[in-house]
């Protein structure tokens, strides 16, 4: 039981070891899906106060494309500092967050999941060209292309 409540505890820092170390295929963006499904798993039994990626291409394209921020080392701990920040907030709505060296602004769903807009690192850090390409195909294929209709089903579940 100990064990099961450590792991747990550093379920967000275990798992971004394990994508750095097995990245997998770059067309699988596991970094991205395992984020997204990470802050479901466990912990509170409704969504209120969770950080996700939304499913939109486009919005996935200026996040990791555009910026200093890439999928593979920054996906999961960003999300994980998000829903820590948002947790411990008591304003409504909370527009913007800061924590983690990464700062952004929020928008929320109406079942109370905070989705991040835009994002920075602080100090800057380098892209992810390999999954930023994924992306970019995924952008353009729009739903023609059922790898990329799949990714998408899948970060749709957070």
């Known amino acids: 039981a100990v064990l099961s409540a450590v792991a747990f505890h550093f379920r967000l820092d275990v798992a971004q070891h394990v994508v750095q170390a097995f990245p997998g295929e770059e067309q699988a ?14 912990g509170a039994s409704g969504t209120q106060g969770t950080c996700c990626y939304a499913a939109d291409w486009k919005k996935l394209s ?12 920054d996906a999961i701990p ?19 967050f800061e924590r983690g060296g990464y700062s952004g602004n929020l928008t929320q769903r109406n079942d ?11 100090g800057g850090g380098k892209g992810d060209a390999a999954s930023c390409k994924t992306i970019k195909k995924c952008s353009k294929a729009k739903s023609s292309d059922p790898h990329c209709r799949e990714l998408r089903q899948t ?3 957070c």
Do not use: M
């Open 155 to 157: 970060l749709q579940q």
């Open 62 to 73: 200026t996040l990791f494309c555009d910026g200093d921020v890439g999928v593979i080392p």
């Open 112 to 122: 109370g999941i905070y989705l991040i807009k835009e994002v920075s690192k602080d």
């Open 29 to 42: 963006l596991r970094a991205l899906v395992w984020a997204n499904r990470l802050q479901r798993f466990g």
């Open 78 to 96: 960003l999300l994980g500092h998000c829903t820590a920040y948002v947790r411990g907030r008591a304003e409504f709505p909370i527009r913007q």
